[in-house]
């Protein structure tokens, strides 16, 4: 449950503006605010059958989305790539430091690593 949560969250995220307001209410109610069906329904004055068909729509409405832009998945991709990325670098770290490599090389290496960290952040932001 966890796992399609984080998932609904990230397609939310790149693709929730184009639901309508309504879908992103109840969205954001069930699942970042963790709201069942029946508290929505109470809030809203509609029945649970309507809160878990417009999240059923939402939802399908989002995977649509993702089938045909792969937002996600792309940024997935290159999240795990940056972390690959920045894990050679530390390990080009360790080696440089073994090796008592002059201090500019490891400098460079720790640039890199910070242009890895601006890339992520940016990434963030959207």
Do not use: H
Request: charged share 30%.
């Amino acid at each position: 449950m966890i796992e399609k949560t984080v998932r609904m969250s990230l397609l939310f995220d790149f693709y929730g503006q184009l639901l309508t307001e309504r879908q992103q209410e109840f969205f954001s109610l069930y699942y970042d605010d963790d709201l069942s069906l029946g508290e929505i329904a109470s809030q809203y004055g509609v029945s649970r059958q309507a809160v878990y068909d417009i999240l059923k729509r939402s939802t399908q409405a989002l995977e649509d989305f993702e089938s045909k832009l792969a937002l996600v998945e792309r940024y997935t991709k290159r999240q795990s790539s940056l972390a690959e990325l920045d894990a050679l670098l530390v390990s080009l770290l360790d080696d440089l430091a073994s090796l008592d490599a002059p201090r500019s090389l490891r400098e460079k290496v720790e640039r890199a690593r910070a242009l890895i960290g601006r890339v992520e952040a940016r990434d963030l932001e959207g």
